[in-house]
């Protein structure tokens, strides 16, 4: 369990020397600047963040209010012993989750637009868009353009609190744009270059142009195995729990989502 735990801890952008940006982002002789992000300053969930934020706008729970809160939505939600049942949630924490998600999305669901617009929030200076698609699609398992209360929990739970191998399999899913079963090396360079374009010039020392390439070409020759061009799921999960180095690079899940 400790292996595992270690190996799910790293950094997405490995940094080339190894060292950790001054966390004051002051240096000698120079005026205090705001200090850049680097990936174990990054927020642990930005979808968390954001839904808490808007619970913390609304003001104290209200113990009144032991269920959630289904009439006012146009989209219901399943019931919570059953999100709770399904989740790794506790019962406060998913009312929290859904007053929040309540408030941000009265309707009960969750656009592509509001998924851009809370990842602009969080990368102002980067560009988010094409990632926000990504990962908005990864959540919209039936694709109808839209996210219920439930399927955005049990993604979160997952991400959140899911064991290494549950990760990995969503993880796969994000990468897997098309979502035929194989990862291909254009699909991998897409996800790659999008958090590039948004947190890649945050990071200390600052990324190439050509760091993406890199990355994928290092992934692609390790993880497909039989040299067909593309990475099965199951070549994708083995190769990540066998190689620390790409468990640590391959932690989207924990640092931008």
Same mark, same amino acid.
């Given at each position: 369990?400790?292996?595992?735990?270690?190996?799910?801890?790293?950094?997405?952008?490995?940094?080339?020397?190894?060292?950790?940006?001054?966390?004051?982002?002051?240096?000698?002789?120079?005026?205090?600047?705001?200090?850049?992000?680097?990936?174990?300053?990054?927020?642990?969930?930005?979808?968390?963040?954001?839904?808490?934020?808007?619970?913390?706008?609304?003001?104290?729970?209200?113990?009144?209010?032991?269920?959630?809160?289904?009439?006012?939505?146009?989209?219901?939600?399943?019931?919570?012993?059953?999100?709770?049942?399904?989740?790794?949630?506790?019962?406060?924490?998913?009312?929290?989750?859904?007053?929040?998600?309540?408030?941000?999305?009265?309707?009960?669901?969750?656009?592509?637009?509001?998924?851009?617009?809370?990842?602009?929030?969080?990368?102002?200076? *980067?560009?988010? !868009?094409?990632?926000?698609?990504?990962? $908005? &699609?990864?959540? =919209?398992?039936?694709?109808? #353009?839209? +996210?219920?209360?439930?399927?955005?929990?049990?993604?979160?739970?997952?991400?959140?609190? *899911?064991?290494? !191998?549950?990760?990995?399999?969503?993880? $796969? &899913?994000?990468? =897997?744009?098309?979502?035929? #079963?194989? +990862?291909?090396?254009?699909?991998?360079?897409?996800?790659?270059?999008?958090?590039?374009?948004?947190?890649?010039?945050?990071?200390?020392?600052?990324?190439?142009?050509?760091?993406?390439?890199?990355?994928?070409?290092?992934?692609?020759?390790?993880?497909?195995?039989?040299?067909?061009?593309?990475?099965?799921?199951?070549?994708?999960?083995?190769?990540?729990?066998?190689?620390?180095?790409?468990?640590?690079?391959?932690?989207?899940?924990?640092?931008?989502?």
């Amino acid at each position: 369990m400790q292996a595992e735990e270690k190996a799910v801890d790293g950094g997405l952008l490995p940094d080339a020397n190894g060292k950790e940006p001054n966390p004051g982002g002051q240096t000698e002789g120079s005026k205090w600047q705001r200090p850049r992000l680097s990936r174990k300053s990054l927020m642990k969930c930005c979808l968390v963040k954001w839904i808490i934020a808007s619970t913390t706008q609304q003001g104290p729970d209200d113990s009144s209010d032991s269920d959630l809160e289904l009439s006012m939505v146009r989209h219901q939600p399943e019931g919570l012993e059953q999100l709770q049942a399904q989740t790794q949630f506790t019962r406060k924490e998913l009312q929290s989750l859904y007053r929040g998600f309540k408030n941000e999305c009265p309707s009960g669901l969750v656009d592509e637009e509001t998924f851009k617009s809370i990842y602009s929030q969080f990368f102002p200076q *980067g560009d988010a !868009t094409t990632y926000a698609h990504f990962l $908005f &699609n990864a959540f =919209d398992m039936d694709r109808n #353009g839209s +996210i219920r209360f439930e399927d955005f929990v049990l993604g979160l739970s997952v991400l959140l609190r *899911g064991s290494v !191998t549950e990760k990995l399999r969503w993880a $796969f &899913n994000l990468y =897997d744009i098309n979502k035929d #079963g194989y +990862i291909t090396k254009e699909e991998m360079m897409a996800i790659m270059t999008s958090i590039y374009d948004m947190m890649g010039r945050y990071t200390l020392p600052s990324v190439r142009d050509d760091s993406p390439g890199e990355h994928v070409e290092k992934f692609f020759q390790k993880m497909d195995r039989n040299r067909d061009g593309v990475v099965t799921i199951d070549e994708f999960i083995e190769t990540c729990q066998k190689d620390e180095n790409i468990m640590a690079s391959m932690q989207l899940f924990e640092n931008v989502i």
